[in-house]
């Protein structure tokens, strides 16, 4: 029977739970045990997929394209394990679910309440990944104990400990222990307020993790320890960590966090160091250099929009041993200080919708294309290099992607990105999002196939549209290599320029699948082409 292992978070938010809950997966994972990884959010949203990045950050999208919350990409990058539909429940799912049960008639008779019908609905879900026969299901609880949407969520799962039972189930509770500059003092009463809420509910957590800005002193253990009814070895301190947050497993492995809930669970594995994760470290630690990679977005100002493009990035500095230092370009910023470009050794254009900012991401491509500036175009990335292409190659002054036609108030003269629909002539709207993996085959001799070293690869999607297929054989006349295509529906994947040292673009969303010990290879070749450019430029 799987083990549950369920993370709560307690006094503020922000406090990297995802990033915890994920390094204890990494750690149960370095032992040897197979898990499944859970993320409730107590939102109404069905899926975070509508919401602006301003509300939400990056909408994370799994190989059988459900649209998820952005720890799930962290889950990935310290698992290494994919993620699924089942591994991100929100409350909007649930109630849209029992509500139709509802209205099917499959309640006939009885009253719809909160428990034990939502209640349940949150278990049954949870209780799915049971299929897959993991030793272990580690549930994240969005939010913070107190909310008032995230009730529900703890009371199921408090009703999932007693229905599997105390050796099958443990809390784990992070919480925040503040340093008070005037009082020159830890103070432990917001966590000892925090379980005795958590208490409150039924829920008694068997380990804490307290992230904290300074170090803790044996008294402030044995304090918490005592307080909030945890055996002292169960307190454990998280701090601030120096250089990358991909510390954190190290940091949890050396207090022993995963011999405590192998012991809790009684479940016996020899423990492993953690080989490959030190050696990241050490990497991230002393770098042989440091190279400056523009992003160019529209969503610059926000820390979590672009967060697996970003991590990706480090990713392939950490190939290279290389710090990557991110500039993060307004596009629009471009259209009035194009010297900006030149300030970095590589350019990447996200993934994105909307017209705001495309003439500054198009005129970035541009720059990329002339001056020999490594170049990544993902998605709307892609696409914009191909407009450019057309517009400032192909001489068709006009193109443009029709997903603007409305904002702009034109229909394109040139549709050289447009819906599918559109390329097969036919009027109805289709299904909207090509979302989740999808096969390309890459072209032999071309920087994506040396990169990836296989022809046949699967890369996760989330757009609508996709590249004129009737403008192909203008853009390769003008020497634009197609380098993939989709086996299946025969849409252009990839596309590369020759005689450039590297301006690559994909379709599809390859930060998805990067993780730090194993960086995606478009990311890896992409940050090596910008070292070699700048070692080019300023020999040191
Ligand atoms: N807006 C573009 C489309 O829908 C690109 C989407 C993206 O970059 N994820 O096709």
């Known amino acids: 029977m799987a083990k549950y292992l369920i993370v709560t978070g307690g006094v503020v938010s922000s406090l990297g739970k995802g990033i915890t809950a994920a390094s204890i997966g990494r750690l149960l994972i370095n032992r040897g045990l197979s898990i499944r990884m859970v993320k409730l959010d107590p939102y109404l949203n069905i899926d975070p997929g509508t919401m602006s990045p301003y509300q939400h950050g990056e909408v994370y999208v799994t190989d059988d394209g459900a649209e998820t919350d952005l720890d799930l990409g962290h889950y990935e990058r310290y698992t290494g394990q994919p993620t699924s539909q089942k591994s991100n429940i929100t409350a909007g799912r649930i109630y849209w679910d029992v509500l139709q049960k509802e209205r099917r008639g499959d309640y006939l008779g009885g009253t719809v309440q909160m428990i034990p019908h939502i209640s349940n609905e949150i278990k049954e879900k949870i209780r799915r990944l049971e299929d897959e026969s993991p030793d272990v299901i580690l549930i994240e609880l ?211 919708f909307g017209l705001r900012g495309m003439e500054g991401k198009i005129r970035a491509a541009q720059y990329a294309r002339e001056n020999n500036t490594p170049f990544l175009g993902i998605c709307l990335g892609l696409q914009c290099a191909v407009i450019e292409f057309a517009r400032n190659v192909c001489g068709l002054t006009h193109a443009h992607s029709t997903e603007f036609d409305a904002e702009r108030g034109v229909k394109t003269e040139h549709p050289v990105v447009c819906l599918l629909e559109e390329q097969r002539n036919v009027t109805e709207k289709g299904g909207t999002m090509r979302l989740g993996a999808y096969p390309c085959v890459l072209e032999k001799n071309t920087k994506a196939f040396k990169a990836y070293d296989q022809e046949k690869i699967s890369e996760r999607h989330r757009h609508r549209y996709e590249v004129n297929n009737h403008y192909r054989e203008q853009f390769e006349k003008n020497g634009l290599i197609i380098s993939g295509i989709n086996p299946d529906i025969g849409v252009i994947e990839m596309i590369e320029l020759p005689d450039h040292p590297w301006f690559v673009a994909t379709q599809a969303h390859p930060e998805l699948k990067s993780q730090p010990v194993l960086p995606h290879p478009l990311f890896r070749e992409f940050i090596a082409a910008a070292i070699k450019k700048q070692l080019m430029e300023n020999p040191s």
């Open 142 to 352: 969005g939010g913070t104990v107190g909310d008032i949407e995230g009730l529900i969520f703890l009371e199921a799962l408090r009703q999932l400990g007693a229905d599997v039972g105390r050796d099958n189930s443990m809390y784990i509770h992070l919480t925040y222990v503040p340093y008070i500059k005037a009082a020159k003092e830890v103070k432990t009463k917001p966590t000892q307020q925090s379980v005795a809420k958590l208490r409150e509910i039924g829920i008694l957590p068997q380990i804490l993790v307290c992230r904290t800005e300074v170090n803790l002193t044996g008294e402030h253990l044995d304090k918490l320890a005592m307080f909030c009814n945890v055996p002292r070895e169960c307190v454990i301190v998280e701090k601030d960590v120096e250089t990358s947050i991909y510390e954190i497993p190290l940091v949890l492995a050396e207090q022993g966090v995963d011999e405590q809930i192998l012991n809790h669970f009684r479940i016996v594995r020899p423990s492993r160091p953690l080989k490959d994760w030190q050696k990241l470290i050490s990497v991230i630690r002393n770098p042989k250099g440091t190279v400056r990679i523009g992003v160019v977005g529209k969503y610059s100002e926000l820390q979590d929009a672009y967060k697996s493009i970003y991590e990706a990035l480090y990713h392939g500095g950490y190939a290279a041993e290389y710090k990557v230092d991110i500039v993060k370009i307004a596009a629009e910023d471009i259209e009035t200080n194009p010297a900006i470009l030149k300030t970095v050794s590589g350019l990447l254009i996200p993934g994105g």
